[in-house]
C-alpha cells in the first residue's frame, strides 16, 4: 500500500531540504539535533541520489538555473517542490525497491527537473514506513513531453515552472495504484476523500491530554448524532444556528462549519467524503428511512401481537362453548339413562315459560300433608333452583365483562389525547399571532430578525398541520365525526368501565351466597333424617329436574331477552357437579350416618 503527499517549498535555501534528507531533526521542533561539537547528527540509515544534479551540488545548480531563466526572484514564489511517497510495513519493501519506485515516478511525471530521491526506512515515531522523498526544483531544466494531464505549453517547455494541478495529482495516484497493483502490494482508494486528520495537531494535544480532540473530530461527532434526528439538512443547520451557536456557510455545492471557538469555517469535504453537502443530506435521507422502517417494523409487530391475542381469544370462546355442549350432552345422556330405568316422570312443557312441573309440584304438595320431612326436600330444591339462577347470572357477567373489556381494549377513543393536542393546536396559534404582530414591527435593516420570526411561524404551522392530522387519525379510529361524538363516546367508554367493575363486583358477592348456599344445602341435608335422605337419594333426578324447571321459569322472568336454554342447563351441570362435590365429600354419606350409627 502507497500514499503520496505534495509539498510546496517556498524556502529559497535547497541546500536546506539535503540537511533535511540526510541529517536527524526533531519532529516537533523540527530543527537539526547536534553533537557535542555543535556538529549535525547525520541520519542511521538512508539512500539518497540526484536526478540531472548532484546531491552536494544541488542547491548551487537550482540556483543557476533559476538565474539563467529568471525565475524564482519573489519571495512568495514556490522554488521547489517535495514528493513523499509512502509504503505500509506490510509490503516488506526494501529501501532500493522504494528508491526505484521514485525513479519511475520522475521519469514519468517529472522529467527534465533536477531531483533529488531519499529513501528513509523509520517513518515517524519509528513506525517502519519506508518512503521516498523526491524534492525537485520548480524550473525545468530540459524539455519534457506533452501528456495529457498538461493543459498548457507551459507545462513541459524547457524553463517553465512546474504545476501541481488537480489533474496532475489525480493522474499521479492512479499511476501509484496501478503500480502498487502490478507489483502485488496492498492498496486503498487514493481517489477516494479522507477525513484529514491534522497528525501533528492530534499528536501534540494528545501528549498534553490522552482525551483530546480536533476540531474536525468535535464537528464530525457532533454531525454524525444529529444525523439520527434531523428530518433534512435544512433542520440540522438551523438547530446548529440556532441552538448551539454554530456559524455554517451554505453554497449549491459546498458547505463549511465553524464552532463557537474557531477561527476559521471547515469545509465539508475537508471533514472527509461522508462530510460535504450532497453526503449529508443523502446520510439523513437514509436515516429518515432507517427510522421510517423501523416504526413500520414495530407497528407490523404490534398488530401481529394484537392479531394473536385476538386469536387465543376467540379460541378460548370456542373452546368454552365445546366444553359447555359436552357437558349438556352428558347431562343429557344421564337423564335418558335414569329414566329407561325408573317409572318416566311428566315432561316440562316448553310453552309454558312462566310454569314448572304442576305434576310433580301436586304430588310434593300431598306428599307435604302426609309427610312433614318433603319441606326438607322443597327448601333442598328451592336452594338447588337459586343456586342454578347465580350460576347463570355469573356466567352472563362474565360474559358481558368479556365483551366489555374487548371493546375498552381496542376502541379505546383515545379522547384525552385528542384534548391536549387541540390545546396545543391553540397555544401554537397564539405563538404564530404573536410573531405575526412582531414580524409586523420589524423595520427593514432588521432582516435577521425578520428571517428568524418566518422561520419560526412556518416550523409551528408545520407542528400543527401534524397535529390536525393526528387528530383526524383518532376520530378515524373511533368512528367519530367531530369532537362532540368523541366526547360521547368518550362517556360511553367510561361507562362501560364502570359497568365492568359492577358485573366483577357482582360476581363476587355471587361467589359468596354461592358458598353461603352450599353450606345451607350441607346443614339441611345433613339435619335431615335417615327415612328423608334416602328417599331424596331414591328420588333425586325427579327433584334435580324439578329444580332446573322452577329455576328456569325464574330465569325467564328475569333475564327474558338475555336468557338461553343452554346457558340454564350449563349452570344446572355446574350446581349438580358442585353438589355432589358438597354431599360426597364424607360428611354426608360416612360421617353423618357413622354419627347417628354410633350414638
Request: proline residues 2%; neutral net charge.
Amino acid at each position: 500500500m502507497a500514499i503520496i503527499k505534495h509539498i510546496p517549498v517556498k524556502n529559497r535555501y535547497y541546500s536546506a531540504a539535503v540537511e533535511y534528507l540526510t541529517c536527524k531533526f526533531d519532529e516537533h521542533t523540527m530543527k537539526p539535533l547536534e553533537d557535542a561539537k555543535g556538529r549535525m547528527i547525520m541520519r542511521d540509515n538512508f539512500l539518497i541520489e540526484g536526478i540531472n544534479c548532484k546531491v552536494d551540488t544541488f542547491g548551487a545548480e537550482c540556483i543557476e538555473v533559476n538565474r539563467y531563466y529568471g525565475k524564482n526572484n519573489a519571495a512568495r514564489d514556490v522554488k521547489a517542490h517535495h514528493y513523499i511517497i509512502s509504503f505500509a510495513p506490510e509490503d516488506n519493501i526494501t529501501m532500493q525497491e522504494a528508491m526505484d519506485f521514485g525513479k519511475q515516478y520522475v521519469e514519468k511525471f517529472l522529467p527534465g527537473h533536477q531531483a533529488i530521491l531519499a529513501v528513509h526506512p523509520d517513518g515517524h515515531n519509528g513506525t517502519g514506513n519506508v518512503h521516498v522523498h523526491i524534492v525537485i526544483n520548480s524550473v525545468r531544466k530540459y524539455e519534457g513531453k506533452k501528456e495529457r494531464w498538461q493543459d498548457k505549453p507551459c507545462e513541459y517547455r524547457q524553463g517553465c515552472k512546474h504545476k501541481s494541478t488537480g489533474k496532475f495529482m489525480h493522474a499521479a495516484k492512479r499511476w501509484v495504484m496501478r503500480e502498487c497493483m502490478v507489483k502485488g502490494y496492498n492498496q486503498v482508494n487514493l481517489l477516494a476523500r479522507s477525513d484529514g486528520n491534522n497528525y501533528w495537531v492530534e499528536k501534540r494535544g494528545k501528549e498534553a491530554n490522552p482525551d483530546f480532540k480536533t476540531d474536525k473530530d468535535m464537528i464530525r461527532e457532533r454531525l454524525d448524532a444529529l444525523i439520527q434526528h434531523a428530518e433534512s439538512l435544512d433542520h440540522m443547520i438551523y438547530y446548529l444556528e440556532h441552538v448551539e451557536d454554530w456559524q455554517i456557510r451554505e453554497t449549491n455545492k459546498t458547505i463549511s462549519f465553524r464552532m463557537p471557538h474557531m477561527k476559521k469555517s471547515i469545509r465539508g469535504k475537508s471533514l472527509g467524503e461522508k462530510y460535504d453537502k450532497e453526503a449529508l443530506e443523502q446520510r439523513i435521507e437514509k436515516a429518515m428511512e432507517a427510522k421510517e422502517e423501523a416504526e413500520r417494523i414495530r407497528k407490523a409487530r404490534e398488530e401481529a401481537i394484537r392479531n394473536e391475542q385476538e386469536r387465543m381469544r376467540l379460541a378460548d370462546s370456542e373452546w368454552r362453548q365445546s366444553e359447555k355442549l359436552v357437558q349438556h350432552e352428558e347431562a343429557h345422556t344421564t337423564r335418558t339413562e335414569a329414566s329407561v330405568l325408573k317409572e318416566p316422570v311428566d315432561e316440562f312443557e316448553e310453552a309454558s315459560n312462566n310454569e314448572y312441573d304442576m305434576t310433580f309440584a301436586t304430588k310434593l304438595e300431598q306428599a307435604t300433608v302426609t309427610s312433614p320431612d318433603m319441606d326438607v326436600i322443597s327448601e333442598a330444591m328451592d336452594i338447588r333452583a337459586k343456586l342454578i339462577c347465580l350460576e347463570y347470572e355469573q356466567e352472563y357477567n362474565l360474559n358481558k365483562i368479556s365483551d366489555l373489556d374487548y371493546e375498552i381494549r381496542h376502541h379505546n377513543p383515545n379522547y384525552q389525547s385528542y384534548v391536549e393536542n387541540q390545546a396545543l393546536i391553540r397555544k401554537k396559534q397564539s405563538y404564530i399571532n404573536q410573531w405575526t404582530q412582531e414580524l409586523g414591527q420589524c423595520k427593514l435593516f432588521q432582516r435577521d430578525l425578520k428571517k428568524y420570526y418566518k422561520e419560526q411561524i412556518q416550523e409551528a404551522e408545520s407542528e400543527i398541520s401534524d397535529i390536525k392530522e393526528a387528530n383526524t387519525k383518532i376520530l378515524a379510529k373511533a368512528g367519530c365525526r367531530n369532537e362532540d361524538e368523541l366526547r360521547c363516546y368518550q362517556d360511553s367508554y367510561q361507562q362501560k368501565k364502570k359497568q365492568c367493575d359492577i358485573l366483577a363486583q357482582r360476581n363476587q358477592s355471587i361467589k359468596k351466597e354461592c358458598a353461603a348456599l352450599k353450606e345451607s344445602y350441607i346443614n339441611l341435608i345433613s339435619q335431615a333424617d335417615e327415612s328423608t335422605r334416602e328417599k331424596f337419594i331414591t328420588d333425586k333426578k325427579e327433584y334435580q329436574k324439578s329444580s332446573a324447571a322452577k329455576a328456569e321459569a325464574i330465569l325467564r322472568g328475569m333475564y327474558a331477552e338475555a336468557y338461553s336454554e343452554m346457558d340454564a342447563q350449563t349452570a344446572m351441570i355446574r350446581v349438580e357437579t358442585s353438589l355432589q362435590n358438597v354431599v360426597g365429600d364424607g360428611r354426608f354419606h360416612n360421617g353423618i350416618i357413622r354419627t347417628k350409627g354410633s350414638r
